[in-house]
Every structure is written in structure tokens, then in C-alpha cells.
């Protein structure tokens, strides 16, 4: 199971791809530093789902940083899972008005805080894998229309 993981931090992209192969030895993580190497990935691979951090060094607000980036990808990639990675209250509101937009689920196992437990990451893959990849995602969201986001 190949998990793109959008990070521009290479301390955090470590410790998260440990935390993703130590929960489930099947991943195979793919790390990128920003929005150019995400698409560019995303056109020639495929990957099951992705993380998403919220802040990408972007300097021009917001929505300039991961929620743009997310966007992006389902305008090109509209049933590929994402999940949100970020300790920000307000990056978070801004991810949430592009899941509200695309009709896609923002839940526990879709929004992480950075600090998240081996347990939550098993949780999140039984939720997101849990069906046929791509059709989960489409139906789940006919399920739950919830948009909400997780206890910090």
C-alpha cells in the first residue's frame, strides 16, 4: 500500500513514516516536500490514500499551503483519500471548506493532529482501506455527510 505523505518538514516526515510502517508493515511511504512533487507524483503513481500536512512554507496565507494543494488533487484525482495532518486550528477550518466543497468526509480518521497514536493511524487505515480503495471513499461520504472536525 503505497501512502504519498505531503511534508515539508523532514523531521516530521521521519517520525511519521516510522509511525505509518511500525502500525502496518504493508505501507510503503512516499514523501514529498511540496505541492509540485506531490502533483508531479500523483500523475505517474498511484497511491492509496495521502497525508497531508497543512503548512508547506507557503507564504501567502491558508490557502496557499495544503488545502490548495488538496484542491488541486481532487480537481485531477477526485476519489483519492486524504487525510489532514496539522496541529493548527485555523489550517484545519481552511481544510474543512475544501472537504465541504468536494462533498469528502473530514472525521477522526481523515484529520489527524500531528501527535497521533499508532492506534488512531490502525483505526484511520481500517476506515480508509476498509473497502474497495477508491469506491470507499465516494460511498462513505453518501453515508456520512458529517463534516467535522476532531477533538484536538
Not at 501567502?60 to 489532514?84: F, K, R, T
Request: aromatic letters at 10%; proline letters at 4%.
Amino acid at each position: 500500500m503505497r501512502v504519498l505523505i505531503v511534508e515539508d518538514n523532514a523531521f516530521n516526515a521521519f517520525c511519521l513514516t516510522r509511525l505509518l510502517t511500525i502500525s502496518n508493515k504493508q505501507i510503503q511511504p512516499i514523501v514529498v516536500e511540496n505541492s509540485i512533487q506531490a502533483l508531479s507524483y500523483l500523475e505517474e503513481n498511484d497511491a492509496s490514500f495521502v497525508i497531508m500536512d497543512g503548512d508547506l512554507g507557503a507564504s501567502d496565507g491558508i490557502y496557499c499551503n495544503g488545502p490548495a494543494l488538496v484542491e488541486m488533487i481532487w480537481q485531477q484525482h477526485p476519489s483519492i483519500a486524504i487525510v489532514v495532518w496539522s496541529d493548527s486550528e485555523s489550517m484545519r477550518h481552511a481544510f474543512e471548506d475544501v472537504f465541504r466543497k468536494y462533498n469528502k468526509p473530514l472525521n477522526d480518521y481523515t484529520c489527524w493532529t500531528k501527535v497521533v497514536s499508532q492506534e488512531r493511524i490502525r483505526q484511520s487505515l481500517t476506515y480508509l482501506t476498509g473497502e474497495s480503495s477508491n469506491s470507499f471513499f465516494l460511498e462513505n461520504q453518501l453515508k456520512s455527510p458529517e463534516h467535522r472536525l476532531p477533538a484536538a
